[in-house]
């Protein structure tokens, strides 16, 4: 089946630490996206990526970093530059033909600091 | 940022019932996106509406749009427990989507 794989579902980071949370597609999609959710809020946008070796900052993307280096695949770094990483991370993709299709989304990784 | 705004912020229905739920937007748009979000899960898309298009139809869903008022409506009809999700509108902003900050949608038995 296609789909998005986000990995892991869970995940600790220890103040300091860098974290790297992934994010595979199956679905032939030129363009990925990162967003971020806090409890109760909608989604803000961290970083997106239209093609290979491509990427664009989002709204908030001070503290991450990411990388395209493959079509299937678009990591996600949380640095210890970002001081407060505690929330539900959303990977999705999409078709782009001339304007923006619907989204197809991962199941999320929920970031917690400890 | 957020561009779309949705409203009300909760919303609580009889089974059966039907839901509402409206979005509001700042600028011109391609398209407008109707997203659903279950407890601790990711979105899934529900419909999309383009910018020449007045209304659409998927199942129980009906959604509109108003270009000239910068409005989109998503109607659920005859609700189900299983419509118990948080509901979000988004608008296309230069190749990627802009997200509002949904309404909660709880369907009681």
């Known amino acids: 089946d296609g789909g998005i794989t986000q990995s892991p579902k869970y995940l600790f980071r220890k103040e300091g630490q860098n974290v790297t949370l992934s994010c595979e597609q199956n679905?032939?999609?030129?363009?990925m996206y990162w967003y971020r959710q806090d409890p109760g809020q909608g989604l803000r946008l961290i970083y997106y990526?239209?093609?290979?070796?491509?990427?664009q900052k989002g709204d908030i993307a001070e503290g991450y970093s990411v990388s395209r280096e493959k079509k299937e695949s678009f990591p996600l770094t949380v640095t210890s530059a970002q001081k407060n990483p505690t929330a539900f991370y959303l990977c999705?993709?999409?078709?782009?033909?001339?304007?923006?299709?619907?989204?197809?989304f991962g199941s999320g990784t929920r970031l917690t600091v400890v | 940022s957020q561009q779309g705004e949705e409203d009300p912020q909760a919303l609580s229905i009889q089974e059966g019932e039907n839901a509402t739920m409206n979005c509001s937007y700042k600028?011109?748009?391609?398209?407008l996106q109707w997203y659903r979000q279950n407890s601790g899960r990711g979105l899934v898309h529900l419909i999309l509406i383009r910018s020449n298009e007045r209304e659409k139809h998927s199942g129980r869903l009906r959604v509109t749009l108003d270009t000239s008022k910068k409005s989109s409506s998503l109607l659920i009809t005859a609700s189900r427990a299983a419509d118990t999700a948080s509901y979000f509108c988004a608008t296309d902003d230069d190749y990627k989507l802009s997200f509002g900050a949904g309404t909660t949608v709880t369907v009681r038995a």
């Open positions: 600028t011109s748009i391609n398209n």
């Open positions: 679905l032939n999609h030129d363009a």
């Open positions: 990526s239209q093609i290979v070796n491509d990427f």
């Open positions: 999705a993709s999409s078709i782009v033909e001339g304007q923006v299709n619907g989204y197809t």
